[in-house]
């Protein structure tokens, strides 16, 4: 018993010891690492405060929170230790914006270390209030900041000249109250050259988020002449600022031209690239304002060697200078035309750089060196990466149209390639020739049936399309044309478009010069391109060329076998203005993008909102071509909303071919048995051949005689289409001017789109694409434009809109953002879609539930509205609405004559706008508007007050 009760006993106080032990993890002295550096931060010893710092300062790198220590960290800033006073204002950058009241804590230490007798430690203390972007700090700024921008020490000038820029960023008001830009440019005449180029780069920071701040800051004369004298004793990347500031000084004179000119060349010698290009920048834009031919032949002269040096740099330091290269070739040809040796490619050169030798070298080609370089094209030609064989060949066609005694050479040099029966090769070969035969007409045509041998190996749409002109156009030297035109005719709905129109075009080519032979091949296309084709852009074409064809054959003849105009020597040239404005921003990605800064960088210049229906300027479908993430930013001025009136009901859409959505015609009901569908296409051209009296009897009767008028009557719309306006001008990409007009067709939305070229080359590739929107609008197909489109000349077309894409909500409501691609680029833009176009035909709402959700919608949500005075009655008000999806649901006959009507509203994407609508006798109509979705309101007014005005 006593052994059991002992081990009881045993047992028990070690149960009871081991609870004992267990309450040691709750009763610790220990309290984790934020303690730890409390107690360190807080300790009197120098060093061991400085490690604590330091472990803070890595804690809080490695993304750990120790803004619990802001108030311990601050303490430590009174120290006469430089490594730790830094720290802690490290520190302190870092987390002011979370604890700002603490942050004012350490504003009378600034104010203190602002006037320590160490430059360091001031320049350290204004620098790092600069950087702490709090409100309350940035009022504590202005007087240290003050003295040290006339601090003895320059470093301190320096330092405080930048630090007026990061307080420009916060406050613009203060600093321009305090007058600090005007002691900015004071800091230009310094006799410290860091201090001048510091004091140029807040200026040039400052100028480009406030251009109106110029007027405070006068850079003169003998202002410029400070700068060049501080240009030879300042750091490279003082040098690169002072250059930038010069490109904006326009000389008052030559002589001044000259004089900055000779003080700038030295710079070209720099070992830095980014000084060499920035010299050139500047000189380019002088050497405009210069008269004196000899002194800029000698510019010219001194600019090419360096130019040449950049090569022999890095490869993607050769890719920029290769871009900014281009821009001058193509401004100042002459200054590099005896270095075209410079841009021969090299074995290892990536393929970006290869490129853009190759490119350079077609620019610098002339009768002079036009041996050497097709002897290096040759040689490109037999490489094996795809891209550039391709963009070799390509070169060699553009050898023989810009120098015209090389063209033979070329020719021929073509032709070997072709005998290579390499599949790419002959294909690209054959696109080029077509161009060679439009330069040169009736020159080359001998080589003909040396093209048509490689028929079957033709797979690619733009060599086919190349192929089906060369025939068409010289169909009368070909014996076989028909035979050739018939097997691609035997796969047409299966080529791309641009192949079927150029067979649509070629077929009936070649029935203008064969009529005899080939009036069932015309037949076949025409009924092809018009009845079993949904294309637009085809269908219009061969109505067109039918209605020709059946009217006047002899004017068939002047339109389709017109003389063409010989294409340009350059077709890929920058326009002079575009040019102009990528030279000044040389040695920027602008000149590497060759874009405008206004393009991709957000604030540069502003973009005004469209609106198709309303004051607008500036506004992709989802095409494989364009990056769905790929967008622009876009900086939104304010809206002007108000409406403009309509131009001219059912006159604005005459001879808007492109834009029409025809149906197929409709065949004429036959006297007795049922004709099949080419019947009436047959009548037709029956009706032709009886035209061009071909013989063979008298023409039959057609019984569609008519329908080719028809399809060219239009009747005048009964919904509201805005005049189109443009959303992309041709300031902003590239020559293509974009004009737009939305319209609510067939119960779907369209935006009919006109495409005019005012460049001096072809565009074809079009593509479009929408950003995520508030209603989900996408493209309903893809973008159909008839291309190419030539220089001069305006292509319209009507894609439809559909409204199953991604949704995303916008502000405002009805905003869409867009990119545009063409063969030259992408370009970004936004515009407002008119809320009507957006009322479905659905939106009746029924007479009993109207009231019911009335009533359930706050009364905060709801809006009301004096509109413009109408001249319409009751009956003409209600008809204008219903034909816009804008439904009476019920109207009451008020006190003095009023009428009130009430309307119902329905989105596409289901949102319900209920309105009262207020006619009283001779005085201006009010609306009330409610619905659940409030942003809606505004849109729904605008578009009421639209189409009352109409």
């Known amino acids: 018993m006593s052994m059991n009760f002992n081990a009881f006993r045993d047992g028990g106080v070690g149960k009871m010891g081991g609870k004992m032990s267990d309450s040691k993890y709750f009763n610790t002295q220990k309290k984790g690492e934020i303690y730890e550096l409390k107690a360190e931060l807080n300790s009197d010893k120098k060093e061991k405060k400085k490690e604590a710092v330091k472990k803070v300062i890595a804690s809080m790198t490695v993304g750990k929170d120790v803004s619990a220590l802001f108030t311990d960290v601050t303490m430590c800033m009174q120290t006469d230790n430089l490594e730790l006073k830094k720290l802690v204002y490290l520190y302190l950058i870092n987390y002011a914006k979370t604890q700002p009241d603490l942050a004012i804590l350490a504003v009378n230490t600034f104010v203190k270390d602002c006037e320590d007798p160490n430059p360091l430690i001031r320049a350290l203390a204004v620098r790092t209030m600069g950087c702490i972007r709090v409100e309350k700090i940035t009022e504590y700024l202005c ?36 007058g600090f830009l005007e002691t900015l440019g004071e800091l230009l005449c310094d006799s410290n050259p860091m201090v001048v180029a510091n004091a140029v780069a807040a200026i040039s920071e400052i100028l480009d988020t406030n251009p109106n701040a110029a007027k405070q800051v006068n850079i003169d004369t003998p202002t410029v002449n400070k700068l060049l004298t501080a240009l030879n004793e300042c750091t490279e990347w003082g040098q690169i600022f002072i250059l930038d500031s010069l490109n904006n000084y326009s000389p008052r004179d030559e002589k001044e031209c000259i004089s900055i000119c000779e003080r700038i060349t030295p710079r070209l010698a720099h070992a830095n690239a980014a000084v060499v290009l920035s010299a050139v920048k500047v000189l380019m834009k002088l050497m405009d304002q210069i008269n004196n031919t000899e002194f800029v032949q ?104 810009k120098v015209e005694p090389s063209a033979e050479k070329c020719v021929t040099t073509l032709l070997e390639l072709i005998q290579t029966k390499v599949n790419y090769v002959v294909q690209e070969a054959i696109v080029v020739i077509k161009d060679i035969f439009r330069k040169y007409p009736n020159k080359y045509e001998t080589i003909i049936s040396t093209l048509c041998e490689n028929l079957d190996s033709l797979d690619e749409p733009e060599a086919r399309a190349a192929m089906i002109w060369i025939v068409g156009e010289y169909a009368e030297r070909i014996d ?6 018939q097997s691609f005719l035997d796969g047409f709905h299966d080529e791309n478009t641009q192949v079927q129109l150029q067979l649509l075009t070629a077929i009936v080519k070649l029935f203008l010069k064969k009529p005899q032979e080939t009036q069932e091949l015309v037949q076949k296309v025409l009924s092809l391109a018009t009845q079993d084709s949904d294309n637009p852009d085809l ?19 002047e339109v389709v076998l017109a003389e063409k105009p010989l294409i340009s020597e350059e077709t890929d040239l920058i326009e002079p203005t575009l040019l102009d404005e990528l030279i000044c ?45 790929d967008r622009a930013e876009y900086n939104e001025t304010e809206e002007t909303g108000a409406p403009q009136e309509e131009v001219g009901g059912g006159d604005l859409l005459i001879g808007d071919l492109l834009s029409l959505d025809y149906p197929a015609p409709t065949p004429a009901q036959p006297p007795v048995n049922n004709a099949n569908q080419a019947q009436p296409v047959a009548d037709l051209l029956g009706d032709i051949f009886g035209g061009m009296d071909l013989g063979g009897g008298a023409p039959v009767a057609a019984p569609v005689a008519s329908s080719p008028m028809d399809l060219f009557s239009l009747s005048a719309p009964t919904t509201y289409v805005a005049p189109p306006q443009v959303i992309l001008p041709a300031a902003r990409a590239k020559g293509l001017e974009v004009s737009a007009t939305f319209a609510r067709r067939n119960k779907g939305i369209f935006i009919d789109l006109t495409f005019a070229n005012k460049t001096m080359m072809a565009m074809s590739g079009f593509a479009i694409q929408l950003n995520k929107n508030s209603f989900g609008l996408s493209p309903g197909a893809p973008l159909a434009v008839n291309s190419p489109v030539l220089p001069g000349v305006s292509a319209t077309t009507s894609l439809s809109i559909v409204t199953t894409g991604p949704v995303m909500k916008m502000d405002p409501l009805l905003k869409v953002q867009m990119a545009m691609k063409n063969d030259i680029d992408v370009f970004y833009f936004e515009c407002l879609v008119p809320a009507y176009v957006l009322f479905v035909e659905e939106g009746s709402m029924e007479r009993n539930l109207f009231p019911q959700m009335w009533r359930e919608i706050p009364d905060e949500k709801e809006k009301q509205f004096q509109l413009p005075f109408t001249n319409k009655s009751q009956d003409q008000v209600e008809a204008v609405l219903a034909a816009n999806n804008v439904f009476v649901v019920a109207t009451r006959q008020g ?34 508007l409610k619905t659940q979705t409030v942003a809606a309101i505004a849109e729904v007014h605008s578009a009421i007050c639209t189409i009352l005005a109409d």
């Open 539 to 557: 269908r219009d074409r061969g109505y067109i060329y039918w209605r020709l064809l059946s009217t006047d054959p002899a004017a068939a003849k």
């Open 480 to 485: 076989n044309a028909d035979e050739i035109l």
């Open 298 to 401: 000698m510019l010219q002269k001194k600019l090419a060697p360096p130019l040449v040096t950049l090569l022999s740099a890095e490869a993607e330091i050769q890719y920029v200078a290769l871009r900014n290269i281009n821009l001058v070739v193509q401004k100042r040809p002459d200054i590099l035309k005896h270095e075209i040796k410079a841009f021969f490619v090299k074995y290892n050169d990536p393929i970006y750089v290869k490129l853009e030798k190759l490119d350079i070298m077609i620019r610098l080609a002339a009768q002079t060196n036009i041996a050497q370089v097709l002897a290096e094209l040759k040689e490109y030609a037999t490489e094996v990466d795809v891209d550039f064989v391709r963009k070799a060949v390509r070169a060699i066609g553009r050898c023989a149209i």
């Open 143 to 178: 007087e240290p900041l003050r003295k040290c921008l006339k601090d003895e020490d320059p470093y301190v000038r320096k330092t405080a000249a930048v630090c007026v820029a990061k307080l420009h960023d916060i406050s613009a008001a203060r600093v321009e109250d305090q």
């Open 585 to 629: 921003h040389i040695s920027s990605l602008a000149s590497v993008y060759h874009k405008p800064p206004s393009a991709f960088v957000e604030g540069r210049v502003p973009v005004r909102k469209i609106q198709v229906n309303r004051n607008a300027d500036d506004a992709a479908e989802t095409d494989p071509h364009i990056e769905e993430d």
């Open 895 to 928: 006190g003095d004559g009023e009428h009130l009507i009430y309307t119902s509203v329905k989105f596409t994407n289901g949102i319900w706008v209920l309105g009262e609508l207020r006619l009283p006798a001779g005085a201006p109509p009010s609306l009330a």
